[in-house]
């Protein structure tokens, strides 16, 4: 699973930690860095959403500079899908929900696939244009990216008071489901869910 190790977090994700909404010390973020892959049903609040992700798109601008070649991720989100009647799959755009369209029988496609979880974060990149310009460079440095981007969207949501767990491989499968609703030419590389752990009444 390419996760970035904790020695190699670059400041500007460390700052953004550093006075999370919940007061949680750092040290306690990176202790609470553990998989959890059953949810209770309780929904995330779009402004939690919208806060981890700009959280996230914070610190990869900082790690990955404007001009950089490796492609820019982009995150969709796809929500309670649990119960599919009301399962949606959207963006966030400055930490706004933009674009959201119900996933119906899919949500269970997703939630057999990673877990049922009120949030799952697919993050995405038009690999195309790195892929032919690089070759197989470009394809590693565009996964690097999306992993990045990903671990600290987590370490965000768990600085927020939840629990997550990272999926670090690309899904075919997942890949036309973003293309098919998104009419882009996306691919899929890496899979955050996001919740509360079953049984936190918090």
Known sequence: MPLI???QLWPETLAALEEPPHGTP???VFDARRSVRTFSRDPVPRTVIGSLLHGAACADAALWPHGTSAPTPEAWVATNLSDPAI????RFDDG???DAQPLGELAALLAGRYAAAPVLLLVCADVSAAVVAQGGAGYRQALLRA???GYAAWLCAIANGLSGCPFGRASAEVTSLVRKRTGSALRHLFTLALG????DRR
């Open 5 to 7: 190790a904790e020695s």
């Open 26 to 28: 750092l040290h306690e």
């Open 87 to 90: 399962a949606t799959l959207g």
């Open 96 to 98: 706004r929900p933009a």
């Open 147 to 149: 992993s990045g981007f």
């Open 196 to 199: 509360r752990p079953e049984g």
